[in-house]
């Protein structure tokens, strides 16, 4: 991936649209002058009344106890320095949507235009009333050990600098694992450490709390080993001082049993590896590039357990395992500060649960058959689902046990499910789906890619390693687009089917489609004449193996893209009607509307058709499918045409397949209304259940309910999926964003996985 790509991708990601990355959403009914009189004046006042009796009810009657305060002076950004306040906040913003997405917490970012300590101290204070804990980030050092010590201090709410102890308390639960693997004793292993500042030495500080002793650890600055005979050592690395002579970073690695690295990239050898302890454990953290290359690492020494803080190797010690589930657990017991115990407890759970059995949505977003506890799984992924409810609990508890928790929790079991329904664990669809897709890249024919949308969404898969694009049309009119959006499409293939150089495939793609339908009245000569067409030309690709999937349908008619693919393709041979499939990514996960493309007015065993297909689909995702079969009318309330049909098919479902969660005919308030269907039908086999799957009675029903729904909630949304067919073909809405055309690529990647 370019830099200049990379470049532009960012600043258009944070400047399209609404600009930057969060947003503040009302919480409450606001559509009436009686919402407007309670939210505000005169209603507002009483709640300020009850607060004013009582200060702690500011948790009760305001957002305080869900709110988090991302701040920052702008003094250590990533690996940029000090760029100030204003420049650091495009990280507090993502810090802020990082926290919002993995433990459903509520941020304000904080951007300080001041460097002064006091001061500092002072704004952070004077606006900690409106927050229920405080985030400190890329703060430099001392000061950030400095500021952050006197706000635990002075302040009654969690307050952590990420920077010092996130990456301490991944890391901590990696070697905690690794160091069983190795069968080392933690009080007895000698520790190289290249790097001195907040994170490195939080990380020994946490180690140290863990057992291992201060005298087997040698930590190395920029000015090398901090030793006894140092005299430019501020008090923090005194902490660290080595009682020895002093000894260079190569030779401190002759017989260490633990390299951690927070310094930069390319400062170990093969040589330093091959000195090391049998089983040495290699934290090699810098970002972008290790201090050590994995590959050559492994290379070196077999025995080598090795963790990284990068995506696209095993053991990533990112520090997203760890701080949104810490404030998580801190919050929902009114924490006092997040203290020593709290950190051990998120590493102890943290390290624990990578050692329990991965469930298949983990497995299937990383494409691995079965990922289990060993040398490459020393500590969870970040997409497992389970963090929330493993750290979030474990801290509450610590709190609990060391006496700083205001409302400690008495019903476990109902906090754990609390967690789990937070977010909706399946919310992270999209996210494993990517995930998914990147471990295994399939080769994708776009039969529309004379238009910028297909390219730039092309490209971007190209660039995140989730498809290899072919691109058919015109080279001239392709690579034109191609340089005026400097696309980086150059080592994608581009072809014209209509070029002389394609004949000998036109050739055999007529013949192909000539055989399946010279009983239907289509001559040789049609066929050719029809594989010079970009539609025809692309289902023969993905027909004859050329291409794994085939994307198009954006600037054409529905019928007019799918079309040649039933006629090239076809459907599955169990399959008697194919269907159209939305997702629609809601907050409590996604929600998959049928059939909303094709069939018109579906007869009772269509619709059971339908309802197969899309219950067969859902499985692939990992998510169990509870259906609602939809009408305007409840378990017979009402007759008609639609409520009958839709009557008869849940009857037959409920008779020939029994395995599947799914009821009818319902209303579509009371199909997604739980609480309501529970009321007044309780004996639904949808009792007690979030419906996530909704079956229409016709094709103005689905069409008109997903549309509406997509504009009037602003919702993310994937489709038209295309169920049924032989081979992986997906036909975009005319007008698909870019993002949904890249939702859709991703999708149909997967689509190729699932089927092998």
Not at 209 to 214: A, D, H, P, Q
Not at 283 to 306: C, G, H, S, W
Not at 675 to 698: A, H, K, V, Y
């Amino acid at each position: 991936m370019s830099k200049k790509i990379l470049k532009r991708d960012a600043l258009d990601y944070h400047s399209s649209g609404r600009k930057g990355k969060i947003e503040v959403v009302p919480t409450k009914p606001y559509s009436s002058q009686r919402d407007l009189s309670l939210a505000y004046s005169p209603g507002v006042a009483e709640p300020c009344l009850e607060i004013s009796k009582n200060k702690d009810d500011v948790y009760k009657y305001t957002s305080k106890g869900n709110l988090v305060a991302v701040i920052s002076n702008g003094t250590a950004v990533l690996g940029l320095g000090d760029i100030g306040p204003e420049a650091s906040k495009p990280v507090m913003e993502g810090k802020g949507l990082l926290f919002k997405i993995f433990a459903d917490i509520d941020v304000f970012d904080i951007e300080i235009n001041e460097t002064d300590i006091d001061k500092f101290i002072d704004t952070v204070k004077a606006i900690s009333p409106t927050f229920g804990g405080i985030n400190l980030e890329d703060i430099k050092a001392p000061e950030a050990f400095i500021i952050e010590q006197r706000l635990k201090k002075e302040l009654d709410i969690p307050i952590m600098h990420d920077d010092q102890h996130g990456t301490a308390i991944i890391s901590s639960a990696a070697l905690l694992n690794a160091l069983e693997i190795a069968n080392k004793k933690i009080n007895q292993v000698k520790i190289v450490v290249s790097g001195a500042g907040a994170s490195a030495q939080s990380c020994v500080k946490l180690y140290h709390s863990l057992g291992v002793k201060n005298e087997n650890v040698y930590m190395f600055d920029s000015k090398g080993l901090i030793h006894q005979d140092r005299d430019d050592l501020d008090k923090h690395k005194r902490n660290f001082i080595q009682k020895c002579d002093d000894i260079s970073l190569e030779k401190a690695f002759e017989n260490a049993d633990v390299f951690l690295g927070l310094s930069k990239g390319g400062v170990v050898n093969e040589k330093m590896i091959k000195s090391m302890a049998k089983n040495p454990i290699v934290f090699a953290l810098a970002n972008p590039d290790p201090e050590i290359e994995y590959d050559l690492a492994m290379k070196t020494r077999k025995d080598v357990i090795m963790a990284t803080g990068r995506s696209d190797h095993p053991n990533q010690v990112n520090n997203v395992l760890g701080f949104p589930y810490i404030f998580r657990g801190a919050l929902d017991v009114r924490a006092t500060k997040i203290n020593e115990e709290m950190k051990l407890a998120a590493v102890k759970a943290i390290a624990k649960l990578a050692k329990e059995p991965v469930p298949d949505v983990v497995n299937e977003a990383y494409d691995a058959k079965i990922i289990t506890f060993g040398r490459t799984q020393i500590i969870p992924k970040p997409l497992d689902p389970r963090l929330i409810y493993w750290v979030a609990p474990a801290v509450a508890k610590a709190a609990i046990e060391s006496g700083v928790a205001k409302e400690p929790i008495k019903d476990w079991k109902k906090y754990e499910l609390e967690l789990m329904q937070r977010l909706g664990l399946d919310n992270k669809l999209v996210r494993n789906l990517t995930e998914k897709a990147k471990r295994s890249p399939k080769k994708v024919v776009f039969a529309e890619a004379d238009n910028y949308k297909i390219l730039k969404a092309a490209a971007m898969a190209y660039e995140e390693g989730i498809a290899i694009p072919i691109l058919l049309g015109k080279r001239h009119n392709i690579q034109k687009i191609i340089d005026e959006y400097n696309l980086d499409l150059s080592k994608c293939e581009i072809i014209d089917p209509r070029n002389e150089s394609e004949i000998k495939h036109r050739e055999m793609f007529a013949e192909i489609l000539h055989e399946k339908r010279k009983r239907r009245g289509l001559t040789f000569y049609e066929a050719k004449k029809l594989m010079r067409e970009r539609n025809y030309y692309a289902a023969a690709m993905v027909e004859t193996g050329m291409a794994d999937v085939m994307i198009s349908g954006l600037t054409r008619s529905y019928k007019e893209s799918i079309r040649p693919a039933l006629k090239v393709i076809g459907i599955e041979e169990s399959v008697n009607k194919i269907a159209g499939m939305y997702i629609l990514i809601s907050k409590d996960g996604p929600i998959f509307f049928a059939d909303t493309t094709i069939n018109i007015n579906p007869s009772v065993e269509e619709i059971v058709d339908i309802t197969l297909l899309v219950a067969k689909t859902v499985k692939e995702y990992n998510i169990k499918p509870k259906i609602a079969l939809l009408s305007y009318s409840n378990f017979g309330s009402n007759q008609g045409a639609d409520a009958i049909k839709m009557r008869e098919a849940t009857k037959v479902l409920h008779e020939k397949h029994p395995e599947i969660v799914v009821d009818g005919e319902l209303q579509a308030n009371f199909a997604v209304n739980k609480e309501l269907r529970n009321d007044f039908f309780p004996f639904s086999l949808l009792s007690g259940q979030n419906t996530n799957t909704l079956i229409f009675p016709n094709l103005s029903a689905g069409n008109i309910a997903y549309k509406l729904v997509k504009e009037m909630s602003n919702q993310e949304t994937i489709g038209p999926i295309l169920l049924g067919m032989k081979k992986p073909v997906h036909v975009l809405q005319i007008g698909s964003s870019v993002r949904e055309i890249l939702n859709m690529i991703t999708l149909g990647v997967v689509d190729v996985q699932n089927r092998k």
